[in-house]
């Protein structure tokens, strides 16, 4: 398997059967054969995790489907390419083409995804977070941690590929739901993202979560690459 970063939670994974592109909305891509089905997916309708680009990127794929979130507007979606579109509601199970699909709720907006394609389990959080914010009240603050703890239980014991927010503007809690993953699921590689282009992040999640075996991948800049087996 390749793995690809695009930008912030962006990435193009090529398997032996087809390609996945998440939460694309800016940045260079490297080529996309048309050999084998290109799966385009969009976890919610934010800015940073969705753009109507996607359908004229891939306006000439003709093996390419769209699955987005239920929040995004079908209006944002052209009649032409409304056939090969998928809206996802979250907590509900999908087969499409040889994929396996299952949502789970976001504590922000829309929904994240586990995928099993070729006996693989791959995380795509989108925006499913522990979102510890200091100025919010302790309340606020506790119903995120239970949100965020009930959607992390319904994933598999192990994952195999884990795309995780490790966002900066928490500051010292950015990696609050990487570590609280990590304590409960075992990860084969885990991917950082939604770092807003501070790639020192990845080398101070590696250091916090030391104790724990698990292999964090160190993005450093944006069209890196990866062969994983």
């Known amino acids: 398997?390749?793995?690809?970063?695009?930008?912030?939670?962006?990435?193009?994974?090529?398997?032996?059967?087809?390609?996945?592109?998440?939460?694309?909305?800016?940045?260079?891509?490297?080529?996309?054969?048309?050999?084998?089905?290109?799966?385009?997916f969009a976890s919610h309708r934010h800015a940073d995790h969705f753009s109507a680009v996607v359908f004229t990127l891939f306006a000439d794929h003709p093996k390419v489907s769209y699955l987005l979130s239920s929040d995004i507007s079908a209006k944002k979606v052209p009649e032409s390419v409304l056939g090969k579109t998928h809206f996802l509601n979250m907590h509900e199970v999908y087969t499409i083409g040889d994929l396996t699909i299952e949502t789970?709720?976001?504590?922000d907006e829309g929904v994240a995804f586990l995928v099993k394609l070729e006996g693989k389990h791959i995380y795509h959080a989108g925006d499913l977070n522990h979102w510890f914010w200091k100025g919010e009240d302790k309340g606020w603050n506790n119903q995120m941690a239970l949100a965020y703890r009930s959607e992390i239980a319904r994933l598999p014991s192990a994952l195999d590929i884990a795309f995780v927010p490790?966002?900066?503007?928490?500051?010292?809690?950015?990696?609050?739901?990487a570590k609280e993953l990590l304590e409960n699921r075992r990860i084969g590689y885990l991917f950082p993202m939604h770092f807003w282009n501070d790639f020192s992040v990845c080398r101070k999640l590696q250091t916090s979560i030391d104790a724990l075996s698990c292999t964090v991948m160190q993005v450093e800049h944006t069209g890196q690459s990866w062969r994983l087996v």
């Open 166 to 177: 490790v966002d900066p503007r928490l500051e010292e809690s950015f990696d609050l739901g």
């Open 104 to 107: 789970l709720r976001s504590t």
């Open 1 to 40: 398997m390749k793995i690809t970063y695009i930008h912030h939670s962006s990435f193009l994974l090529e398997t032996d059967t087809a390609y996945l592109l998440f939460d694309y909305f800016e940045g260079e891509l490297p080529p996309i054969g048309k050999d084998k089905p290109l799966f385009v």
